[in-house]
């Protein structure tokens, strides 16, 4: 999904832009489980804190916008608070790759009985280029 540029907006004029509202009152248990997207492929939230990826595609920070794919990696996930002044929360993972870990993080969209999972692809959460991972059924 593409949508409009945003420059010095608020976390939160940029969250409802390009994600939507943020389910109230979501929690860790509400997101575990399996999700799915394109380009990124699969993606799994344990209840006990574990994340594993499979064909998932990663911006590397510091490129000119180069892409990766990776075929498979497994680490950790957790639900935090991104500023105090704005209360959105984000879904933060660190995922051992072949050849480093990753750090990956998502917006959170849909509602707590359906969540999504949203992805900047882009790297810039102004530009709205993201994929949306819809919980897999």
Do not use: F
């Amino acid at each position: 999904m593409t949508g409009p540029a945003l420059s010095g907006c608020s976390l939160s004029a940029v969250y409802v832009l390009c994600v939507g509202e943020q389910p109230a009152g979501i929690t860790s248990a509400d997101l575990a489980g399996a999700y799915r997207g394109d380009p990124n492929g699969r993606l799994t939230l344990a209840a006990d804190g574990t994340v594993t990826v499979s064909d998932w595609s990663h911006r590397v920070h510091g490129t000119s916008g180069k892409v990766v794919r990776i075929a498979h990696a497994s680490g950790t996930w957790a639900l935090r608070e991104t500023t105090a002044e704005d209360g959105i929360l984000e879904v933060v993972m660190t995922l051992d790759a072949e050849g480093g870990t990753v750090h990956e993080y998502a917006n959170i969209g849909g509602s707590r009985k359906k969540p999504e999972l949203v992805y900047h692809l882009g790297g810039d959460p102004d530009s709205c280029e993201t994929v949306d991972l819809a919980r897999a059924e």
